[in-house]
C-alpha cells in the first residue's frame, strides 16, 4: 500500500472512532465502555471482512497502528467532548469520505483475494457498514442503517461502480476515486435531503 | 456434492431468507434492513460453523450462488408480501426440512474435519441455528430459541442421530436421511403440539 | 502445556459457565438458552481470540474437554439452583482467579503468535471478557464490562504488568503470577469497594 493510502487509511479508523464515541455518548456506559465501542466502530468492519475472508490474523493483529489510532482517537474525543463542541456537519462529512474511503479498500482486498464480483461488492459494504451494526449490537439497538438510513446502500452503490469501472478497464485510480466519489455523494445528499427507505 | 445435494442446499438457504424476511417484517426496519437481515439468517449459521473450523474463505464466498440466492429470495419476499399472502403452514414445514438438511450437512462438514463427535454434533446445531439466533440479534430481541422453542434440540438430537447411525455403519445416506427426518419430525410436533422447554 | 495450567484452564471454564448460568437465570430464557449461553460465557472470548489470531479451528473444537467441561457445569448449575444456593462471594471470587488466569493465557497466546506487545494485551483482556460480552448480548442487554463494572481493566492491568515483566526477563512463571494476580486483587477490590468509572 502506498504512503498515501496508508495515511488516509488511518484518518479514516480515527474519523470512525470519533464518530463512534459521539453516537454513544448518550447511552449509559463508562468511560471505558465508550472507548471500548469506538475501537470496534473504527476497526469491525476490516475485522469482519478479513475473518470471512481468511486474512488472519486480521489487520490490526498484523499492524498495531490501527489499534493505536483508534484507541487515541477514542480516548481524545472522550476527554474533550466536554470542553469543545464537534462540529456536527464536518463530522458527518468526514464519516461520509471515511465509509467512501473504506468501501474501494474492501472491495479491492476481496477482489485481489480472487472472489466473484457480487461478493466483492458484499465485502465492501460489509468494510464500511459492520463496524457500525456491531455498535448498535453493543448499545443495545437495531443497527441504524437497518432502520432508516441511506447509508450502506451509498457503499453499495460505490463498491459496484469501482467494480465495473475496474473491467472496463478505466485504470485504478480513476477507478477507485470515482468509486469513493459516489458513495460519498451519495451519502451527503442523503443526510442534506433526508433520503431514506420505506419501512417494510 | 452431488448435484441433488446442492439443489437442497440452495433451496435450504432460499427457505430460511424467506422465513427470515417475514420473521422480522414487524419490527421497524427499513427495506435494505429487511433483506440483510434475510440473508444473514439464511447464511449464518454455515458461515460460524465454517469460520470456527477454519475453513475460510467461507462457503458463500467461494460459491457466490449462496448469496445471489438469499438476496433474491428476501428481495422476492420483501415486493410480493403485500400482494399475496405466504402460507404459513407451508412456511414452516420448509423451515423444518432446512433445519434438518442444515443439521446434518454442518455435522458433516464438520466430521470431515476431523473433529471429535460431540463438537461435530455442535457445529451440526450450529449451522441450523446460529443464522436465527443472529437475525434475532439484529432486530433486538432474546433469540427465540433461547427462550422457548424446541428448534435446536430437534436439530441436536438429528445431529446424534447421524453421528450415532454412521458409527454404526449404517451407511452414509441411510444415515443422512434419518438423521434430518428425526429433526425434521421432532420440531413439526414440536410446532404441532406447543412442545417447549420449562422456563429456568 | 502442563498438566496444572491445563487443569486450571478448565477449571476456569467450569467457573465461568458456573458465573454464566448464574447470570442469566432471572431472564426470559429456558433450559436449553441457559445452558446455551453459559457455555458461550465460558468460551466466547478465547474463541474471539482465536478467530482474530487466526489460530483455527478454534481451541474447542481441537479438545472437546472445553465444551463437555462447559456443558457439564452448565447443566450442573441449572438442575441445583434450585435446591442448593451457590455462595455469591466464592463465585465472585472463582471469577476473578478466572479472570487473571485467562488474560495470563489470552496474552501468552498472542505472544507466541509475534505480535506487538500492544495487540497481546488486547487479546488477553479478550479472552477474560469477550464470553461475558456475547451472553449480555444473548441476554438483549448492554454489556455489563461497558457500563459499571471495573472488571476489563483489571484485565488489562494484568496483561500490561505480564508483558513487561516478561520484557524485564523476570521468568515466564514469575510474570505470570503477577499478572494473574494483579488481575485478581484489582478485580476483588473493585467488587469490595465499589469501585466504578465515571459514566460517559
Not at 125 to 132: C, E, H, I, R, Y
Request: aromatic share 8%; net charge positive.
Amino acid at each position: 500500500m502506498t504512503a498515501l493510502l496508508y495515511i488516509l487509511d488511518l484518518s479514516g479508523v480515527a474519523v470512525f472512532a470519533i464518530t463512534g464515541a459521539l453516537a454513544v455518548r448518550h447511552k449509559k456506559l463508562d468511560l471505558f465502555g465508550v472507548v471500548v465501542v469506538a475501537m470496534v466502530t473504527a476497526i469491525g468492519g476490516g475485522t469482519l471482512r478479513d475473518v470471512l475472508l481468511g486474512r488472519t490474523p486480521v489487520f490490526w493483529v498484523k499492524d498495531a497502528a490501527y489499534l493505536l489510532v483508534a484507541g487515541s482517537a477514542a480516548v481524545v474525543t472522550v476527554v474533550f467532548v466536554r470542553f469543545i463542541s464537534f462540529p456536527r456537519r464536518a463530522l458527518l462529512i468526514a464519516d461520509a469520505l471515511g465509509l467512501g474511503l473504506f468501501t474501494v479498500l474492501g472491495t479491492d482486498i476481496a477482489l485481489s483475494a480472487n472472489v466473484h464480483p457480487a461478493i466483492a461488492a458484499a465485502m465492501g459494504v460489509m468494510s464500511g457498514t459492520a463496524g457500525g451494526v456491531i455498535r448498535d449490537l453493543l448499545a443495545n439497538e437495531i443497527p441504524l442503517i437497518l432502520r432508516k438510513e441511506i447509508y450502506a446502500i451509498a457503499s453499495l452503490c460505490g463498491a459496484v461502480a469501482y467494480i465495473i469501472l475496474l473491467q472496463a478497464n478505466a485504470g485504478a485510480q480513476l477507478a477507485a476515486l470515482a468509486g469513493a466519489a459516489i458513495t460519498f455523494v451519495l451519502r451527503v445528499a442523503a443526510i442534506r435531503w433526508r433520503w431514506s427507505f420505506p419501512v417494510f
